[in-house]
């Protein structure tokens, strides 16, 4: 096949211009991070937070970084991998978080929007068992050990094991008969949520929903997962007309019992030897006296006026005004909520403050180790930055963030979005000594470190560096303007009369 002589020539200058990038690359210690600059096409420099180094392709399209034991691959925004061999971990991202698979050591699951999910794993016997959910049509689990079999077509038949906060569920042609098992305690609905009957040690209950319904247990000791013995407290609860009429007592057996009676919405009393609680018009007309907390507060009407008067709580709040509030290591502020928003927790070790503006718009949390007086900070002002800083001094500094502050715990949205979108990027790590700067991915960079400085203007067109051997700049790849580094000025020779000395 023939090409025309200008792709040929565009060819030939793009071949050359790739081998020129790793001839100059490949002079560089062996050791040393080789870096690259060959415009958008390919840019590789090494991390600032840690060690390793990072190469990007195409702009932000593709990313490749390799840290101390992690290797990383993205194809932004559609596909993202990770992997870990000295811990054991990997995973992918498929259009984030569509698609997403995570592997810790034997353990792996695959979902699809939490809706299609594939896992397993082996269990503390070593047993393998594996398991797949069509939610909420299909569900089937495998193991070597045939007890742990299950299998369930909704709504027609089903036994289900440690799903949905039970550890046992059975069922037939739902919502007919289903009968879930939790602590022992095993539940029999029948036309659910109407009817059902409870059984279980030392417990029976009944209820035919919403007209009536009754529940005891009494105290009994059982075992816990360490072998010991404990007192597992009772209850009674009833209902007459739910949810109109209320009728419990916890605790028994403890000397924390609790008494409640409710009879909705006109009145809701709860009453135990460290707590009283009173409620006219529920929800709005509330009193609490709180003696293991000393404290007493009123709301009248909830949640507009509320004040609060002793040593565990003091405050006033007039909603959507301002609130002030005092605890024992808790204190809330808001002005104009939600415009302005503080709140700070205190406890042995940990100091954590945050500052709030309209949710989300703004973001400050500060957490202080009390012990060392170190701190690590996390500033968010959607969408247009997010700042972070380590109890080490590291800071990462990004421009224009429309999902981080939303979801600021998400390593998923950083690995597959965030490489999209930031257009400046600043990292800085004052144990190493090293700092990097880049506009518009790589546009314009500029990495500093103890020993040298470097800069690079259109996607490395232009280079610059100054280190302790001089001067030496690079034009289209091209060495330019080298210059040594002038000499050190000879030392002064010491007067052998200290009279004389400056």
């Known amino acids: 096949m023939a090409f025309h002589p200008f792709t040929t020539l565009c060819l030939s200058g793009f071949c050359a211009w790739i081998a020129s990038i790793a001839i100059l690359s490949a002079g560089q210690p062996s050791d040393a991070v080789p870096e690259i600059n060959a415009g958008p096409l390919w840019d590789r420099s090494p991390l600032t937070l840690q060690s390793g180094y990072r190469d990007e392709m195409l702009g932000p399209l593709f990313g490749r970084q390799q840290s101390e034991t992690q290797e990383q691959f993205e ?52 047993q393998q068992t594996r398991r797949a959910a069509f939610f909420p049509v299909y569900f089937q689990q495998w193991s070597e050990d045939p007890a742990r079999n299950s299998f369930a077509l909704a709504p027609f038949y089903g036994h289900i094991q440690n799903r949905f906060n039970r550890d046992d569920v059975r069922f037939v042609l739902l919502p007919l008969y289903v009968s879930t098992r939790k602590r022992g305690v095993v539940t029999d609905n029948y036309l659910f949520p109407f009817f059902h009957r409870r059984h279980g040690p030392g417990l029976e209950g009944w209820q035919l929903w919403p007209l009536a319904g009754h529940e005891r247990q009494d105290p009994i000791t059982t075992t816990n997962g360490f072998e010991e013995a404990e007192l597992r407290p009772g209850h009674e609860r009833r209902f007459v007309l739910w949810p109109l009429y209320l009728d419990q007592t ?7 019992s609790s008494e ?95 500052t709030r503006i309209l949710f989300y718009l703004y973001s400050d949390l500060t957490e202080t180790d009390t012990r060392t007086q170190t701190s690590r900070q996390r500033t968010d002002l959607w969408p247009l930055f ?82 302790e051997a001089g001067r030496r700049g690079r034009i289209l790849f091209i060495p330019v303007g080298a210059r040594p580094a002038a000499p050190a000025p000879p030392a002064p020779i010491p007067s052998p009369n200290p009279l004389l000395a400056d």
């Open 75 to 126: 194809f932004h925004p559609l596909f993202s991998s990770i992997r870990d061999p000295e811990a054991g971990t990997s995973g992918f991202d498929l259009l984030y978080p569509l698609v997403t698979r995570r592997r810790v050591g034997e353990e792996y699951r695959i979902q699809l929007l939490q809706l299609v999910s594939f896992s397993g794993g082996a269990n503390q016997a070593g």
């Open 260 to 354: 409640s009676r409710a009879l909705l919405p006109l009145f809701f009393r709860q009453h135990s030897a460290e707590r009283d609680f009173r409620s006219w018009a529920w929800p709005f007309f509330n009193y609490t006296d709180d003696r293991a907390r000393h404290y007493r507060e009123w709301s009248m009407p909830w949640p507009v006026f509320h004040v609060a008067r002793g040593e565990g709580k003091h405050g006033v709040r007039l909603w959507p005004l301002f609130q002030h509030f005092e605890r024992t290591n808790r204190h809330s502020d808001f002005l104009l909520w939600p415009l302005y928003h503080h709140q700070r927790q205190t406890a042995e070790t940990l100091d954590r403050q945050r």
């Open 250 to 256: 916890t605790g028994i057996g403890t000397d924390a």
């Open 386 to 467: 997010t700042a972070r800083r380590d109890r080490e001094g590291r800071q990462r500094f990004q421009l224009f963030a429309p999902l981080e502050p939303i979801f600021p715990q998400t390593p998923g949205i950083e690995r597959n979005y965030s490489p999209l979108w930031s257009v400046w990027r600043s990292e800085s790590n004052p144990l190493t000594g090293q700092s990097r700067r880049s506009l518009l991915w790589n546009l314009y960079r500029q990495s500093d470190s103890p020993a040298c400085r470097q800069w690079s203007f259109l996607f490395g067109a232009f280079q610059f560096e100054r280190d």
